[in-house]
Each structure stands twice: as C-alpha cells, then as structure tokens.
C-alpha cells in the first residue's frame, strides 16, 4: 500500500445528516477515526523507520482513500449507535450527592465549611436512616399488629403510644391505634394526656359501634377519633358495665372500617388472651407485639403467651412475634436481665428491649420529645420490625 504524503489527494465523504447534535457529533466521530491522517516526514525523529505496508490484495484500490463501504458502514452505525437523553437516563446528566452529616464532629465540620469538607454520615447516622427507610416503606393493603400480654403494669400501653408515635412521625400515612382493652383502657389517656382527653368530646369504641353502618368517609370516621398529632386513636370504653362487652365480631366489624383508610393499625389488646374480643383481633392480626418485663415471672408469663398461641391454632403468630422487655421498674442488679432475655430469645422472631424511662414509667402521657435516645431508638428498632413483617 502506497504511503500517502501531504501532496497525495484524499478523498472527502459528503457531509452528514443527522437527526439530532448527538448524532451527528458521533457521526462525526467515527468520520475522523476513518480518515487516515496524513504523515509529515519532516516531523520524523532520527532512527525513526516508517513501517513496511503489506501489499495490496490482487484487485484491492490502490488508493490510501477509505472504501466506500466501510465509511457508509462506520455512519451507519455511528447514527444507530444508543444516545443518553434526560428521558430515558436522567441520571447520567447528575452527580449523585453524598449523603449530609448530621450531628457530631462530621455534622459540624460540614457546617463550618459550608458543606466544602463532607466526610459523609457516621456509622451511628447510617444505622438511623436504614431504620427510617424500612418504617417508611410503602405498603399494598392494611395491616394490624396486636399488642398483648398476660399481665398489666408491663409496659404494654405505653409500647403501643411509643410505637405509633413513632410510625407516625416516619411514614407518609398516619397510623390508627385501637384500645380493645375491656378493662378500661387509657390508650387515648397516655397519647393525649389526662386533662386534654377529659376536654375532648368522649368518642369511644362504643359509640362508633353504635353508628358504624353510617360511617363511609374518614371525614365521618374523624368523628370518633382522638389525634396525638399524626397518630390517631379510638378510645376503649370506660363504663366497667360495658367495657367487657366487645365481642369478636364487633371487633372485625372496626377492623374492617379502618382497614379502608389506615395501612397500618395497632390494637392494644388488654391483660389476658381469652377475653370476649381476643379470637377476632388474633383472626385479623398480621403479627403481634408481646410485652414482658424484667423479672423471672414476666418472662415466664411471656414465653406461656407464646405457647398457649401455638398450641391454639396461631403458630405463625407465635412464630414471628416480637417480645418487647421494658426496664419500667428500674429492676434490680440481682436480676440476670440476660439470662431473662436468652430465656425468650428462642422462642420468637426478634426480641428488643426498652431501657428505663421516667417518660414511660410513671404512667402518665407519652410523647417522642421528652425520651431519652435509647428509648426513642428501641422504638424505633420496634416499629421497624413491625413493618419487616408485612412485606
């Protein structure tokens, strides 16, 4: 093949028509590849040798000029070749932003360098928002989650208050708590306060009974609700004469109510599981919340509840409950809380344990603001699992 010198004629390829600047930029692309670039021999470094061209095949163009065929072919696929666009790839026009510290020493080095210096979120933060992220998760249909044990004064009212407040403070949709407790419940007491839900207007689960065929909206249902900010609640009922009345039936009947407009509902259920309302709330109940406490007779109080839901028809139940120990006493150093916690470990789908709290243990009103960051955290940890069993 003849070598080609600044005074050879190179044959030049009409311009390109291009639908779009994409194409006809990588058209011209592959154009310039194509085309042989001329060699100045003046240019040449001593001891440079030219490279010996094969010699042209028997009826090959002994022209250095590309063949038709191949340029057509390079614009070819030049024109065919995919094209990024905002539509189908946004994100390859945009940087992807490294998540912002918040607290602690990387928090405040962002701060003072106005976000120049981000050495991202610690280990801690990453945990708080892996466990946001799984709260917040969407769901397809309503869910229930019910909240029992076999003795009162556990913790098992103010897990509930803790819990929905805490779904309600992380998901898009505010979650519903019902008090089926028939020992006159305070649900609506703890989240709201004493003296707030003495002023409310005295809704309870009774009187939504009484009118349910006539509720089709949640702007009727609102009516027989209480509102601890996103959290909202229906009372249990606190006449003793008629507090041990809800039936199974008439607990599904609610259920199937708020079914239509919460994705998400806890059910406090009271002390005991053989009460007149228990069959209906385990029936509709896609997982349960067992509370316990630090002491040899709670756990073991614990472990029977989960038994007695195995041998009754409810193994799965059983099976993927979440044992919640609540530290409401401040219990003693001579209680092994380990070996209480390896006792009920075994026997359930996740165990985690409520530290001491005055803002849970004097039994007054619960709110997010006032616990300490562990209780808070353990809250969390709870509501996350409630929600790893619906999906």
């Given amino acids: ?211 349910v065929d006539n509720v089709d909206s949640l702007t009727a249902l609102a009516r027989y609700m209480h509102h601890a900010g996103r959290l909202h609640l229906i009372a249990g009922e606190q006449d003793p004469e008629v507090s041990d009345s809800l039936t199974a039936e008439e607990y599904l009947r609610i259920r199937q109510l708020i079914s239509g407009y919460y994705s998400i509902a806890l059910t406090d259920c009271g002390t005991g599981v053989t009460h007149n309302a228990m069959s209906g709330i385990l029936q509709s109940a896609d997982n349960l919340i067992i509370a316990a406490g630090y002491a040899v007779s709670g756990a073991k109080r614990a472990r029977s509840t989960l038994q007695w839901l195995a041998s009754h028809g409810y193994e799965d139940l059983a099976r993927n409950a979440i044992v919640v120990i609540t530290d409401k006493d401040e219990v003693s150093s001579r209680v092994d809380k380990d070996a209480i916690e390896e006792h009920l470990s075994g026997i359930c789908r996740q165990l985690i344990a409520v530290p001491h709290d005055r803002g849970v243990a004097d039994g007054d009103l619960v709110t997010l603001d006032v616990l300490r960051p562990d209780t808070r955290r353990a809250y969390k940890e709870i509501a996350a699992a409630i929600v790893d069993g619906y999906v």
């Fill in 1 to 211: 093949m003849p070598i080609i010198t600044p005074n050879d004629s190179v044959a030049t390829a009409a311009p390109l028509q291009s639908r779009s600047w994409a194409e006809a930029a990588a058209a011209a692309d592959a154009f310039i590849e194509a085309e042989p670039v001329s060699e100045d021999s003046s240019r040449e470094e001593p001891g440079f040798e030219r490279p010996t061209a094969a010699a042209p095949a028997s009826g090959a163009p002994s022209s250095g000029a590309p063949s038709p065929t191949a340029g057509r072919a390079g614009r070819t696929a030049a024109a065919n070749a995919p094209i990024s666009d905002f539509i189908s790839s946004p994100g390859s026009f945009v940087r992807e932003q490294k998540p912002r510290p918040i607290g602690g020493f990387r928090g405040m080095l962002y701060k003072l360098t106005g976000g120049a210096w981000n050495l991202g979120p610690s280990a801690k933060q990453r945990e708080e928002d892996e466990l946001a992220r799984r709260i917040s998760r969407q769901l397809q249909g309503s869910y229930n989650t019910a909240v029992l044990s076999l003795k009162g004064g556990i913790g098992k009212t103010s897990t509930t208050v803790g819990v929905g407040l805490t779904l309600a403070e992380f998901r898009g949709d505010p979650p519903c708590a019902i008090d089926a407790n028939p020992d006159s419940g305070d649900l609506v007491e703890r989240a709201l306060g004493e003296g707030i839900y003495q002023k409310a207007t005295p809704r309870t689960i009774t009187d939504l009974l009484q009118n």
